[in-house]
């Protein structure tokens, strides 16, 4: 009578590289608990949302998100830390649409210009549209009613953001011999008075001064040629900058 053969016995065991990766995940648990376990309330949400945007979209098919090395905006100077957190973003956002949509008229018109920032919004306003020549004076009706609807919105855009006021010339000197010169020599001081009315006409319309900044640049910081007379309209302006307070 022939022998019965002994079956084999089949055995199953786990992948060695699936015993790492579990391990590597109960790690990352229990590190996560620790941080949030040791986090403060206030500070909790700003460093998860740091810590959890160096993982974003980098541990599937998705495309990876933030990091917190050093990446293509570190040239400019913005880190994570540096840029909008995403309600101040959003909130930012949203006053750029409502600027673009209340100027809408001047925008067409080509006398004011509405631009997305690294860190905010600017809106670029023909200096023309107020200033005469060689003044500092808010004298046209026209200009002032922009200045208005900027002021008001500005003014309901929050404490959390600054508002940088900018002016700029063409490169046509100050006449030596006007009354003008003595006033303001150059166009650094021309530049520099002009923001500074723009500073104190949105603050008589209730913008927070501690929230706003003047400064002049000269005609060092043109848009255009300063070779034709429209080159040299169009370096004539006042760039208002609205971003968060750092």
């Known amino acids: ?16 590289w699936m015993t790492t990766y579990g391990d590597m995940n109960s790690l990352l648990l229990t590190f996560f608990i620790m941080l949030i376990a040791t986090m403060s309330k206030n500070t909790a ?3 998860m949302q740091l810590i959890l945007s160096a993982f974003k979209g980098s541990l599937g098919a998705l495309e990876g998100g933030n990091t917190l090395t050093k990446g293509p ?3 400019f100077g913005n880190t994570i830390e540096s840029l909008p957190s995403q309600d101040l973003g959003t909130k930012l956002s949203k006053a750029m649409k ?27 306003i023909a200096s023309d549209l107020f200033f005469r020549p060689g003044s500092a004076e808010i004298d046209f009706e026209e200009g002032r009613e922009v200045l208005r609807k900027v002021g008001l919105l500005l003014k309901d855009a929050g404490d959390d953001v600054k508002i940088e ?14 009354e003008m010169a003595k006033i303001y020599p150059t166009n650094w001081e021309l530049s520099t008075a002009r923001a500074s009315s723009v500073v104190r006409y949105f603050e008589a319309l209730g913008v ?16 255009e040629s300063n070779d034709t007379p429209e080159g040299r309209a169009y370096n004539r302006r006042i760039d208002i900058y609205v971003s968060r307070m750092e």
């Open 45 to 47: 949400s700003t460093e």
């Open 165 to 178: 006021i900018v002016g700029h010339t063409d490169n046509s000197p100050i006449p030596k011999a006007s």
């Open 98 to 124: 409502n600027a673009e949509q209340l100027l809408t008229p001047e925008i067409r018109a080509k006398k004011v210009r509405v631009q997305e920032t690294q860190k905010g919004y600017k809106i670029t």
């Open 73 to 75: 905006l570190a040239e």
């Open 208 to 223: 927070k001064p501690s929230r706003m900044y003047a400064e002049g640049r000269g005609e060092h910081e043109p848009l």
């Open 1 to 16: 009578m022939a022998r019965n053969k002994k079956k084999s016995e089949v055995t199953y065991s786990t992948p060695a």
